[in-house]
């Protein structure tokens, strides 16, 4: 089975700065699919990013990116210039690609703070 | 992007008694919904995967009779918590794929959070 961990429950950054949250997993499967999601309290999960395992570039969406390093299995998100709205629980997710392996496994969060 | 809804975002109901919660998908039309249960501050715990005009695959450690899914159309999905006690009490919420199985991007609902008294 996979699984998918994220090693900082909380944390905090000044707004304009850049932050990095870490995500690792554990596979047999080479190729996958991989995700870092958003919750802002109270409101719904939305994708932010997405990264296929078959591709050696690093997934860029505007001030987010990430950088993939397959052979150790490390998935960690960067948010460069915070701002305020960016506050939010952060969920890296890990989805197989056969059989019954479309669901996503979700690591246990981390709690992103941007202070003004 | 794509529209999941979920009602009711908040429901309360005495124990032993039953709680319906629907997903909608409101533009497009997903083959296969989940249902999942998030404890305050964790992560999300899938319980379920919902295949439109089948039964639903659950989860191990999943009660399935507790926990009833129907997906009677392309558009909705309805997670019935029968008998509900108060360890029922958590936050649900369901997701439709848009798109084929492999890069269909995931939309997630509101959420639905039940307390059970």
């Known amino acids: 089975a996979q699984t998918v961990t994220q090693s900082q429950p909380e944390m905090s950054v000044q707004e304009a700065e850049t932050v990095t949250l870490s995500c690792t997993y554990d596979?047999?499967?080479?190729?996958?699919?991989l995700f870092w999601y958003k919750q802002p309290p109270s409101r719904q999960m939305i994708l932010v990013i997405r990264q296929e395992a078959y591709k050696q570039q690093n997934a860029t969406e505007n001030r987010f990116s990430v950088n993939f390093q397959k052979a150790a299995k490390s998935f960690s998100l960067k948010i460069s210039d915070s701002q305020l709205g960016d506050t939010a629980m952060y969920f890296c997710?890990?989805?197989?690609?056969?059989?019954?392996?479309?669901?996503?496994?979700f690591g246990k969060g981390t709690l992103l703070t941007v202070n003004p | 992007g794509a529209v999941v809804s979920q009602h009711p975002s908040w429901v309360i109901c005495k124990s032993g008694t039953s709680v319906k919660i629907e997903c909608r998908s409101l533009?497009?039309?997903?083959?296969?919904m989940f249902w999942y249960r998030q404890f305050p501050k964790k992560s999300l715990m899938l319980m379920a995967t919902?295949?439109?005009?089948?039964?639903?695959?659950?989860e191990q450690g999943v009660e399935k009779d507790k926990f009833l899914i129907n997906h009677a159309s392309l558009t909705l999905s309805t997670l019935t918590v029968t008998s509900a006690h108060p360890e029922d009490s958590s936050f649900y919420i369901c997701s439709a794929r848009s798109g084929p199985l492999n890069t269909g991007e995931l939309f997630f609902g509101e959420g639905s959070r039940l307390t059970v008294l």
């Open positions: 533009d497009f039309q997903a083959t296969t």
């Open positions: 919902s295949n439109e005009g089948s039964k639903a695959t659950y």
């Open positions: 596979t047999s499967e080479n190729n996958y699919y």
């Open positions: 997710a890990f989805m197989g690609s056969g059989g019954s392996n479309y669901k996503l496994t």
